[in-house]
Nanobody
Framework: QVQLVESGGGLVQAGGSLRLSCAAS????????MGWFRQAPGKEREFVAAISWDGGTTKYADFVKGRFTISRDNAKKTGYLQMNSLKPEDTAVYYCSARRGVVATTSAPYNYWGQGTQVTVSS
């Protein structure tokens, strides 16, 4: 069982940066792949980035490549999403997720979800 709590969201101007954190509970966190997804008002939840249990594999949505970086610290049971060069279209609720097994870029394979953190980018 894994419980996830996101933090680090907020209001930022376009071009600014934020770092989201995802704190996990549970002894087996280090064996789980992690993913970040986002959902804007009126839109479906979409994949942002994912990282394997050991950090050796990362995947990104095309619209964040070169701007966002996913990472994790298994000793701290925490995952991160560093977001740079933010755009107004990045405004959404950001969710972290976890699953056993390999990295996935769709939401269905993820078993555990946080409550989400709001990111708002003003123009």
């Amino acid at each position: 069982q894994v419980q996830l709590v996101e933090s680090g969201g907020g209001l930022v101007q376009a071009g600014g940066s934020l770092r989201l954190s995802c704190a996990a509970s549970g002894r087996t966190f280090s064996t789980y792949a992690m993913g970040w997804f986002r959902q804007a008002p009126g839109k479906e939840r979409e994949f942002v980035a994912a990282i394997s249990w050991d950090g050796g594999t990362t995947k990104y949505a095309d619209f964040v490549k070169g701007r966002f970086t996913i990472s994790r610290d298994n000793a701290k049971k925490t995952g991160y999403l560093q977001m740079n060069s933010l755009k107004p279209e990045d405004t959404a609720v950001y969710y972290c997720s976890a699953r056993r097994g390999v990295v996935a870029t769709t939401s269905a394979p993820y078993n555990y979800w946080g409550q989400g953190t709001q990111v708002t980018v003003s123009s």
